[in-house]
């Protein structure tokens, strides 16, 4: 039996434990997301929360758990009769990963048998499995959205639903939900941030001391997992015990209006989107006063539960840390404590009089005197970002990430044809499959108003949808591009290509050439926010080595090919077409025919020689000015078109 690293034993990371343990008391708060870089024992702290679990208690041989005392009346595996035998067993953790399909995260159904034997049978999925337990999913920020929307909306009802050809399953599915990300490998959506309960930011510590010790329990836990788990096993067994005297303490705990009125008042200084934050805020503050074995919320119940679950909810922008405040300078450490306080004050001095006899100013402010807050100003450098056109391969993919870029056929998006499955069924297409059945059913001696069915008839649905691409930018970075207004404007275009990869869900990487080399300024990463900082700090000036560009963006693309090779990649190449350095860029851009570029020329002056445009012929792409880069400057010619007919 493997031994798990204890609880107890994890040395800092307050917030984090503190965080999960809320979570487990009260599931209602949302689950937990934990960002952090690597290395920071987000893994560890969050895989040995599932022995502090209390027991379940199980119906034997119920695939769904189903509690006895209380069993889910829609389980597949029911229904249960009533007085059954418990059959207890510890809580489990399970462990989602990124490659995970929808039918392996939901369940699926054996459409086969359906169809061929007449019998509904159905395969639970890993929401199944987590049933009054834990569901982890590591690299959370990786996950296709779809997949994390799927999670979010189980945690939050409880139920999962599985829809098949107009067959459905529903099955109970409450679990604490844990995601972990490296926020250097890209963020999650803001809806998506939003949908977690609580959110933890983890640093490695920067004491020697701290850190000695977290290198000698590890080295210890390693030598002998059995001996470093008995020495922490009563620390185990008080804090199992702590969780379950919380639980039951839960139901009966007040919220009382005065610390409502505080949560209502922080949410609102800090300008949170919607009201899930205020439920998150109150739910968290209630699961602190149980775990703290008190009756009542407390102000400290709510300063902390602010802590926890208002830092991932302020993002104003796509390339902001989401734990960044806009309104403070405390570097993305937490929230503003000063404006806590502030609010907290506020809604001291602030008389409770219900909806219709509000203080006039609107309730706190936060700013002390009804400051607005600051409006972002444009980056001197890059240029404000605008919507540009879609860039996107023109050829269709086969089966890609799923994104919001490139057309790709899969097992999402509209319907776009029927074909015999290659290996197991996966979606069944029925009007097909009745189509190329009923020809034969004369010959298979069907008798009476069933149709027989075989292996061969049957046929899956072909769908149509957006897929994620790999943008690779290789920017002009030499001194024919270095004039201040015109590399402002290069900037800016990269920038709003930039936000339109985030938006499209895209990989990004940047190579830049100037003097007598290119460089690779970002790897290809999910992080965009990254490739913005890189094009901020970007150096110009020398001469131009535009081949030398192309064949480090050749090498790039290459390597990519064999570390992602469903992911087809975009080349953008950023230039004036001047080349004034190295080999022949002509030569270096025919390596290169067969990935989808596009050339952006940013040659200007009344005289044009049009070298970007016969880069863009040997590439095999297309080339656009830079001035038509915009959406809206297409939607204009467009229009100048319709007016001139």
């Given amino acids: 039996m493997t031994v798990g690293y204890p609880f107890s034993a994890v040395v800092g990371h307050d917030d984090l434990k503190l965080a999960l343990l809320l979570n487990a008391v009260s599931p209602a708060i949302g689950g937990v997301l934990v960002r952090g870089e690597k290395g920071t024992a987000k893994s560890t702290v969050v895989r040995?929360?599932?022995?502090?679990?209390?027991?379940?208690?199980?119906?034997?041989?119920?695939?769904?758990?189903?509690?006895?005392?209380?069993?889910?009346?829609?389980?597949?595996?029911?229904?249960?009769?009533?007085?059954?035998?418990?059959?207890?067993?510890?809580?489990?953790?399970?462990?989602?990963?990124?490659?995970?399909?929808?039918?392996?995260?939901?369940?699926?159904?054996?459409?086969?048998?359906?169809?061929?034997?007449?019998?509904?049978?159905?395969?639970?999925?890993?929401?199944?499995?987590?049933?009054?337990?834990?569901?982890?999913?590591?690299?959370?920020?990786?996950?296709?959205?779809?997949?994390?929307?799927?999670?979010?909306?189980?945690?939050?009802?409880?139920?999962?639903?599985?829809?098949?050809?107009?067959?459905?399953?529903?099955?109970?599915?409450?679990?604490?939900?844990?995601?972990?990300?490296?926020?250097?490998?890209?963020?999650?959506?803001?809806?998506?941030?939003?949908?977690?309960?609580?959110?933890?930011?983890?640093?490695?510590?920067?004491?020697?001391?701290?850190?000695?010790?977290?290198?000698?329990?590890?080295?210890?836990?390693?030598?002998?997992?059995?001996?470093?788990?008995?020495?922490?096993?009563?620390?185990?067994?008080?804090?199992?015990?702590?969780?379950?005297?919380?639980?039951?303490?839960?139901?009966?705990?007040?919220?009382?209006?005065?610390?409502?009125?505080?949560?209502?008042?922080?949410?609102?200084?800090?300008?949170?989107?919607?009201?899930?934050?205020?439920?998150?805020?109150?739910?968290?503050?209630?699961?602190?006063?149980?775990?703290?074995?008190?009756?009542?919320?407390?102000?400290?119940?709510?300063?902390?539960?602010?802590?926890?679950?208002?830092?991932?909810?302020?993002?104003?922008?796509?390339?902001?840390d989401p734990f960044d405040d806009p309104f403070d300078d405390t570097g993305g450490q937490g929230l503003d404590e000063e404006r806590l306080e502030q609010a907290l004050t506020d809604a001291d001095d602030t008389p409770d009089k219900g909806p219709d006899g509000g203080p006039d100013d609107g309730g706190p402010s936060g700013g002390g005197g009804g400051e607005q807050a600051p409006v972002s100003q444009a980056p001197v450098n890059p240029g404000t970002p605008y919507r540009t056109r879609l860039l996107a391969p023109e050829a269709t993919g086969r089966g890609g990430p799923a994104g919001r870029r490139g057309r790709t056929t899969g097992e999402s998006g509209r319907a776009a044809g029927a074909r015999a499955p290659g290996g197991r069924l996966r979606r069944l297409d029925l009007a097909a499959t009745l189509a190329a059945a009923a020809p034969h059913q004369h010959r298979r001696g069907r008798a009476g108003s069933g149709l027989v069915l075989r292996r061969e008839d049957l046929r899956e649905s072909l769908r149509e949808g957006r897929e994620s691409n790999l943008v690779l930018f290789c920017v002009d970075a030499s001194g024919s591009m270095a004039a201040r207004a015109r590399m402002r404007a290069v900037k800016g275009a990269v920038l709003s290509l930039l936000l339109d990869a985030y938006q499209r869900r895209d990989k990004v990487g940047l190579v830049t050439f100037r003097g007598a080399e290119a460089m690779v300024a970002l790897p290809p990463t999910s992080s965009v926010d990254l490739a913005s900082g890189r094009l901020a700090r970007l150096a110009t000036g020398g001469r131009t080595p535009l081949a030398a560009g192309l064949l480090r963006a050749e090498r790039v693309l290459a390597a990519e090919r064999l570390r992602d090779p469903r992911r087809r990649p975009l080349l953008v190449v950023v230039t004036d077409g001047r080349h004034t350095a190295g080999p022949d860029p002509v030569a270096a851009a025919r390596r290169l025919a067969g990935v989808a570029s596009v050339v952006v020329d940013c040659e200007h002056g009344p005289v044009r020689l049009g070298l970007a445009g016969r880069l863009a012929a040997a590439l095999g792409g297309t080339a656009i000015r830079l001035e038509e880069l915009a959406a809206d400057h297409l939607a204009a010619v467009v229009r100048d078109v319709r007016r001139v007919a």
């Fill in 48 to 320: 040995s929360l599932a022995a502090l679990l209390p027991r379940v208690a199980v119906v034997a041989g119920c695939r769904f758990s189903c509690d006895p005392a209380a069993p889910d009346p829609s389980c597949p595996d029911g229904p249960h009769a009533n007085g059954l035998s418990p059959h207890p067993r510890p809580a489990r953790l399970v462990e989602l990963p990124v490659g995970a399909s929808e039918d392996r995260v939901a369940g699926s159904l054996d459409l086969e048998r359906a169809l061929t034997e007449g019998v509904k049978a159905y395969e639970p999925g890993l929401l199944a499995a987590a049933h009054r337990g834990v569901l982890y999913v590591d690299e959370v920020n990786l996950l296709h959205d779809h997949l994390v929307d799927l999670l979010l909306d189980a945690a939050a009802m409880g139920v999962a639903h599985v829809e098949r050809e107009g067959v459905s399953v529903r099955h109970a599915a409450r679990f604490l939900l844990v995601g972990t990300m490296n926020p250097e490998e890209g963020e999650l959506r803001p809806q998506l941030l939003d949908r977690f309960g609580l959110a933890v930011e983890v640093r490695a510590s920067r004491d020697p001391a701290e850190r000695a010790e977290v290198v000698r329990r590890r080295l210890a836990f390693e030598a002998d997992p059995a001996g470093f788990a008995r020495a922490y096993a009563g620390g185990e067994h008080d804090l199992a015990l702590r969780i379950a005297a919380a639980r039951d303490r839960l139901p009966a705990l007040a919220l009382p209006d005065d610390a409502l009125r505080k949560i209502t008042a922080v949410c609102a200084a800090f300008d949170v989107e919607g009201m899930r934050a205020d439920l998150v805020m109150a739910r968290t503050a209630v699961a602190l006063a149980a775990w703290e074995g008190r009756d009542e919320v407390t102000s400290d119940d709510v300063r902390t539960a602010a802590r926890l679950a208002l830092p991932h909810r302020r993002r104003r922008d796509p390339f902001d």
